[in-house]
C-alpha cells in the first residue's frame, strides 16, 4: 500500500539559510500534519491542512510556512535558519472526520550547520 | 501539566513478559486515541486505536481505555526483544481539531 512520502530524506544547510520540505500523503487522504521532531523529544505539532486550507497551527516558528496543494501535495518552507531548526520533520496524512488515525512518512532529518 | 503525560522510562522487561504502558491525558472532551511505536531514527508507527472505553485486542497488543479515569494503556503480551521501542501515546485534545498531541514516549526495552 501506498504510505506518505517525504522529500529529501536527509538535507543539510548554513545558518540563514533557506529550506522546503515536501510531503506527499495517502492517495485519497484529504489531510495532511507537520511535526517536528527534535532529538529525545516527542512529536511537536507545527501546521495541519484540511482540503487545502489550514486547519490547525500549533509551535511553528513565523519564519516558517507552510500549504496544500490542488493535488493534496504539502510544502514547509524554512527560512532564517537557526541550528536550533536542527531536527526530524514528519509529515503525517489522514482522511474523514478529526480523530481519524494518522499515518507518518519516513521524515526529513534537517541539519544546520 | 502536559495535555498527555506519560512516564519516560525506561520500563524494562524480560523476554516473553506482559508490557504495560500508560498514559493519562488531562482533557475530559478527547474522543480519539492512538498508540504509535517508534524506533531510534524512524518515524513512528501506528499500532493501536481506540475510540470506546474498554478493551481493544490486536495480537499480542491490548488498548484500554478508561474516559471517566482519563486514562489509557498498551499491554504487549508475549514480550519480543524487537518490541523494544519507544511507545508514543497520542489523543485528539479538542473534538474538531484535527490534530494528534503526542504524551512525550515510554522507552521500553525487552530483555533477551
Known amino acids: 500500500a501506498a504510505g506518505v512520502i517525504q522529500s529529501p530524506r536527509h538535507l543539510i544547510k548554513e545558518k540563514r539559510e533557506t529550506a522546503t520540505l515536501k510531503c506527499y500523503p495517502i492517495?485519497?487522504?484529504?489531510?495532511v500534519y507537520w511535526y517536528q521532531q527534535g532529538p529525545g523529544q516527542d512529536p511537536q505539532f507545527l501546521i495541519s491542512?484540511?482540503?487545502?486550507?489550514?486547519?490547525d497551527k500549533g509551535s511553528i516558528p513565523d519564519r516558517f510556512s507552510a500549504q496544500q496543494f490542488s493535488d493534496y501535495h504539502s510544502e514547509l518552507n524554512m527560512s532564517s535558519l537557526e541550528l536550533g531548526d536542527s531536527a526530524l520533520y514528519f509529515c503525517?496524512?489522514?482522511?474523514?472526520?478529526?480523530?481519524?488515525?494518522?499515518?507518518f512518512g519516513q521524515g526529513t532529518r534537517l541539519t544546520v550547520v | 501539566q502536559k495535555e498527555v503525560e506519560q512516564n519516560s522510562g525506561p520500563l524494562s522487561v524480560p523476554e516473553g513478559a506482559i508490557a504495560s504502558l500508560n498514559c493519562t491525558y488531562s482533557?475530559?472532551?478527547?474522543?480519539?486515541f492512538f498508540w504509535y511505536r517508534q524506533y531510534s531514527g524512524k518515524s513512528p508507527e501506528l499500532i493501536m486505536s481506540?475510540?470506546?472505553?474498554g478493551d481493544k485486542e490486536d495480537g499480542r497488543f491490548t488498548a484500554q481505555l478508561n474516559k471517566a479515569s482519563q486514562y489509557v494503556s498498551l499491554l504487549i503480551r508475549d514480550s519480543q526483544p524487537s518490541d523494544s521501542a519507544t511507545y508514543l501515546c497520542?489523543?485528539?485534545?479538542?473534538?474538531?481539531?484535527?490534530?494528534?498531541?503526542f504524551g512525550s514516549g515510554t522507552r521500553l526495552q525487552v530483555q533477551p
Open positions: 503525517a496524512s489522514s482522511s474523514g472526520s478529526s480523530g481519524t488515525e494518522a499515518f
Open positions: 492517495p485519497r487522504h484529504d489531510t
Open positions: 491542512f484540511y482540503e487545502k486550507m489550514q486547519s
Open positions: 482533557d475530559r472532551g478527547s474522543q480519539s
Open positions: 481506540i475510540y470506546s472505553n
Open positions: 497520542a489523543v485528539n485534545i479538542d473534538t474538531g481539531r484535527r490534530a494528534l498531541t
